[in-house]
């Protein structure tokens, strides 16, 4: 569904992308934002949580900016996700 909402907003994005210091990440959009999808089964944890936080620390300072959505975000309120990518298209066109 991220894929299609990249999309419809005319987004370039890669997926599954290996990113020295964070490791493999959902998207990487227009170079610099890392959108991740999240589900219960894997993020959870208090470590898997805690190793979430290091990555993100690690992409920023690589100079990417992560944004984080969770499963049931995705599925349920897909317009609000939308909403989100697309308040920072302006910023992802610069």
Excluded: N
């Excluded at 210091?21 to 470590?47: M, Y």
């Amino acid at each position: 569904m991220v894929r299609l909402m990249l999309r419809s907003l005319g987004l370039c994005w890669e997926a599954q992308v290996s990113i020295p210091l964070v490791g493999r990440v959902d998207f990487v959009v227009e170079k610099w934002l890392i959108i991740e999808c999240d589900s219960k089964t894997h993020h959870s944890s208090w470590d898997a949580q805690r190793e979430d936080r290091r990555r993100d620390r690690a992409a920023a300072a690589a100079g990417y900016l992560t944004l984080r959505f969770i499963a049931e975000e995705i599925l349920y309120k897909p317009d609000s996700v939308r909403a989100a990518i697309a308040g920072l298209k302006t910023r992802l066109l610069r």
